[in-house]
Every structure is written in structure tokens, then in C-alpha cells.
């Protein structure tokens, strides 16, 4: 089985700075795309940004120039970098990761319980 454990999460003022990281354990062969989204009240989820093995990233317009993604392949880790927070961004943030379990089996989407990211002043 594998395991997403999220931290970072808490209160910060509007133009205040947050780091995220996820940390996935368990049964790992390989992970291919590690995200993040998020989700607040009243609102469906959404996509926030996500990185591939190789580098590539990608982010939703909202976040674009303001929030960073990284990883680190070795610690199995996924880090979201957030600057410059509005109110809007107070959401339920979850990490997300494409795990192979074993070489020869397919990559399933695993979740991580959530963090709540809160931005008032």
C-alpha cells in the first residue's frame, strides 16, 4: 500500500508565504506525476500544479508566477512553494501521486488525507 503524508498547512496573512510537502511511502516501484490541488468550501476541486519524473511542470493560471512546485525523486517527495497568498487561496490543499507498485503493474492515483491553508488577515 502506499501513503501520502501532507504538512505545511496553517494561517498566514494576505502576502504571506507557505511551503507544502507530501512525502509518499509504502510499496513504491517508481512515481511518475506528483500534484497538487486543492479544495474550497462550497467548491469542487481543483488542479493547482503538478510536476513530472522528469521535470516538467505545469500550473493553472491562478497560481502561475506565485506558486512553485518541486520534487525530490530521492525522498519521494513533493514540495508546492506558495508566495504572495490572497484570501482566495484558502482552500483544503492535497497532494496526488501516480504510483507503480511494481514494475510490471500500472500506475494508480493515490491521495494524501489534506492540509488546510487559511490566508486572512
Known amino acids: 500500500q502506499v501513503q501520502l503524508v501532507e504538512s505545511g498547512g496553517g494561517l498566514v496573512q494576505p502576502g504571506g508565504s507557505l511551503r507544502l510537502s507530501c512525502a509518499a511511502s509504502?510499496?513504491?516501484?517508481?512515481?511518475?506525476?506528483m500534484g497538487w490541488h486543492r479544495q474550497a468550501p462550497g467548491k469542487e476541486r481543483e488542479l493547482v500544479a503538478f510536476i513530472t519524473t522528469s521535470g516538467i511542470m505545469h500550473y493553472a493560471d491562478s497560481v502561475r508566477g506565485r506558486f512553485t512546485i518541486s520534487r525530490d525523486n530521492a525522498k519521494n517527495t513533493v514540495y508546492l512553494q506558495m508566495n504572495s497568498l490572497k484570501p482566495e487561496d484558502t482552500a483544503v490543499y492535497y497532494c496526488n501521486a501516480v504510483v507503480k507498485v511494481f514494475s510490471y503493474t500500472a500506475g494508480n492515483n493515490y491521495w494524501g488525507q489534506g492540509t488546510q491553508v487559511t490566508v486572512s488577515s
Open positions: 509504502g510499496t513504491i516501484f517508481s512515481i511518475n506525476v
